[in-house]
């Protein structure tokens, strides 16, 4: 007996996404439905060797349904969201309208799968930030031996975390910087992504910081430990899918460069790719389309006593986004609901 499924956002970046890794992972599903706004209406998309066509949102109902993934933004997601949790649906939902209420778990499988428990407050489980998920990823297995007590990231993000419009956008800008002709107009972004990279995602706040960068600080402070100092900068660069991170941490515990290789290489979700030499690490380009976080140029920071470096990369619209919120959903079924919801795939052998 599998579940009911339902994706909400089906035609956009994400709910692709999400679709495509319903059926890679072989999830248990009676019944699968593919919503989409009114515009989108009858939009196919596809599901394994299956074609759906997208129904309305709108005038969905959700009762009898068990799980509902939602990618449709936080505005949606606020009118959504509690009509399909009030009908009994548990929405995992991809924005950030959950992500910082206390009713409401925010789950990285790999990190916090006990906090799944807590979903029945609200019926709602959150995804987090896209930055943050491959981060946590990375950081948990190191924080259980040696305990982080500060982070410094700076995160390289592509545009596909803007969505198809930022995917549209440095395109569009690239085929006019080699076409002087061709015109483009700016809509994304602040200043030009085509060969160039902007300091700036998402709004500024009173500080100074971009909330972005907040919401890195708050996310791994729920997920792993409040008691972590957090400092990012966050920047957008001419990539089309895939997230790199330099990050830096200081633990409480002196934590020895090959005794973290060895720590990542054996935790669930990570992919230790490390060899000093040419080539000897993982660029975004390489991890497009695989499940796995990857971490690269692990070396102790002689700047301080116990501290070390290291690049995490993931695909951005997997495990930052429609990889995470199935892992939440196949977590879901196995923890709480217990139909034949299979042992999680692994991501990285």
């Keep these: 007996m599998g579940y009911r499924i339902v994706v909400a956002g089906a035609t956009g970046n994400v709910g692709r996404e999400m679709l495509n890794i319903l059926a890679e992972r072989e999830f248990p599903v009676d019944e699968i439905v593919a919503l989409a706004s009114r515009k989108s209406l009858g939009t196919e998309v596809s599901f ?23 990618a449709i933004g936080s505005d949606a997601t606020k009118k959504y969201a509690p009509r399909a949790a009030g009908a009994g649906c548990v929405v995992i939902d991809n924005s950030s309208l959950y992500r910082y209420d206390a ?40 924080h259980d031996r040696a305990k982080i007590k500060r982070v410094v990231v700076s995160t390289y993000q592509s545009v596909s975390g803007a969505g198809k419009d930022g995917i549209d956008e440095l395109w569009d800008q690239t085929k006019a910087v080699y076409n002087p002709t061709s015109d483009y107009e700016r809509k994304k972004f602040t200043k030009q992504i085509a060969f160039n990279v902007i300091p700036h995602i998402d709004v500024f706040l009173d500080d100074g910081s971009t909330k972005e960068e907040w919401k890195m600080v708050a996310e791994t402070k729920k997920i792993i430990d409040p008691s972590i100092k957090v400092t990012a900068t966050c920047v957008r660069v001419p990539v089309f899918v895939g997230h790199s991170e330099a990050v830096n941490i200081e633990t409480e515990d002196f934590l020895d460069e090959d005794e973290a290789r060895d720590i990542l290489r054996q935790s669930p979700g990570c992919m230790v790719i490390d060899k000093r030499e040419d080539g000897g690490y993982v660029t975004p ?9 990857f971490i690269s140029r692990i070396r102790q920071d002689s700047t301080i006593d116990n501290g070390l470096n290291m ?5 951005n619209l997997r495990k930052g986004a429609a990889l995470n919120a199935v892992q939440i959903a196949e977590l879901l079924g196995r923890e709480v609901l217990k139909k034949d919801t299979p042992a999680a795939t692994p991501v990285a052998e």
């Design 48 to 70: 394994g060797d299956k074609t759906l066509k997208t129904k309305d949102l709108d005038t969905f109902d959700f009762t009898g349904w068990d799980m509902a993934l939602f």
């Design 103 to 142: 009713d409401v778990p925010l789950i990285v499988p790999e990190v916090n799968p006990q906090a799944v428990h807590g979903y029945a407050k609200k019926n709602i489980i959150a995804n987090p930030n896209c930055s943050t998920a491959q981060m946590v990823v990375a950081l948990k297995p190191l």
């Design 285 to 293: 380009l390489e991890c497009v389309g695989d499940f796995a976080t």
């Design 311 to 315: 690049w995490v990369v993931s695909d």
